[in-house]
């Protein structure tokens, strides 16, 4: 179970996309933000800027993020953008 959030994130979207990640790492028993991290080649700080929805990541930074989370890139804009339509009561 993931900790509270003790960080606001810079925006909803922003929100949205790091719930989505971190369900994508729920769902798989193996994967943390650590393994995500080494897969993607990114530090595990920077995923976890994500996370929090505190990071405004670029394209190639998503590429990288989706290889790390074995999604495809269209998967996890799509979770986010269900996400945020939730949070906005559509």
Do not use: W
Not at 15 to 26: H, N, P, R, S, T
Not at 39 to 63: C, E, H, I, M, W
């Amino acid at each position: 179970m993931p900790r509270p959030r003790t960080a606001k994130p810079r925006s909803l979207r922003l929100a949205a996309l790091g719930q989505a990640i971190e369900l994508v790492i729920a769902e798989n028993v193996d994967m943390t933000q650590e393994t995500v991290a080494f897969d993607s080649g990114l530090a595990v700080k920077q995923v976890g800027t994500f996370v929090r929805g505190q990071g405004n990541p670029t394209y190639n930074t998503l590429l990288k993020l989706c290889e790390g989370l074995h999604v495809s890139l269209g998967e996890l804009t799509s979770r986010a953008d269900d996400l945020y339509d939730k949070r906005l009561g559509r």
